[in-house]
């Protein structure tokens, strides 16, 4: 047996609903046309990304969520999502540098993961 590498990525939320449109409204990612209960699956290329309902025994207040996970995205245009961000109120990170892959930089989503941007 060989692994391929990740095939999905899920990020455990206080709410789904709202970690959705969060993601919809500021990345522009569309929900997949299913998803597994208590989930919103986005059709993202090419590994899967969702955001779930945590998982019994996860305490999302414990500490930083994702602490030692590396979330990294790659955009279009990694600049103008900055600016978009920027101008919505969501918290920058990492202010813009040009890295390795192109611009990059981090944003706090709402329930305070780290996301890497990149071009």
Excluded: C
Aim: aromatic content about 10%; cysteine-free.
């Amino acid at each position: 047996m060989t692994v391929t590498g990740p095939s999905f990525v899920a990020l455990q939320v206080r709410d789904v609903e709202r970690a959705a449109a969060f993601y919809e409204q500021n990345l522009g990612l569309h929900r997949a046309p299913t998803a597994p209960p208590h989930a919103v699956v986005f059709t993202t290329e090419t590994v899967a990304f969702a955001v779930r309902e945590p998982l019994p025994g996860v305490d999302l207040d414990a500490g930083d969520p994702g602490l030692g996970v590396a979330l990294w995205m790659k955009a279009d245009d990694a600049q103008s999502l900055h600016d978009r961000l920027v101008k919505g109120g969501v918290t920058i990170a990492v202010p813009p540098f040009d890295g390795p892959f192109g611009l990059t930089f981090a944003f706090k989503d709402l329930d305070g993961y780290t996301v890497t941007i990149h071009g």
